[in-house]
């Protein structure tokens, strides 16, 4: 059974800095492509970054891009979200999940936490 148990998630000032990570079990976790989603509160989930199963390439989406950083340690079986500069937009559950492959490009998410609440105040 795939398990992705997601931590670090809190409420942090706007400026300041986070670091999320997902623990993951049941699957070759090296294997498999990772990513990072998020959804605020009447919206729909939106992809955040994603990684390939030997650590490049990433890829982030547009609103996050030079402010948050995707990271993974297939030797801990974990994935990381380095969280800078926050915005109170960023205001959001995280979600961590495990792709159907190990190049995120044209395959889709499978697996998923069960979210950490990230929290930005202005």
């Known amino acids: 059974q795939v398990q992705l148990v997601e931590s670090g998630g809190g409420l942090v000032q706007a400026g300041g800095s986070l670091r999320l990570s997902c623990a993951a079990s049941?699957?070759?976790?090296?294997?498999?492509?990772m990513g990072w989603y998020r959804q605020a509160p009447g919206k729909e989930r939106e992809f955040v970054a994603a990684?390939?199963?030997?650590?490049?390439?990433?890829s982030y989406a547009g609103s996050v891009k030079g402010r948050f950083t995707i990271s993974r340690d297939n030797a801990k079986s974990t994935v990381y979200l380095q969280m800078n500069s926050l915005k109170p937009e960023d205001t959001a559950i995280y979600y961590c999940?495990?792709?159907?492959?190990?190049?995120?490009?044209?395959?889709?998410?499978?697996?998923w936490g069960q979210g950490t609440q990230v929290t930005v105040s202005s």
């Open positions: 990684i390939s199963r030997g650590g490049a390439p990433t």
């Open positions: 999940a495990s792709y159907s492959s190990g190049n995120f490009v044209g395959s889709n998410p499978v697996y």
């Open positions: 049941g699957r070759t976790f090296s294997a498999y492509a």
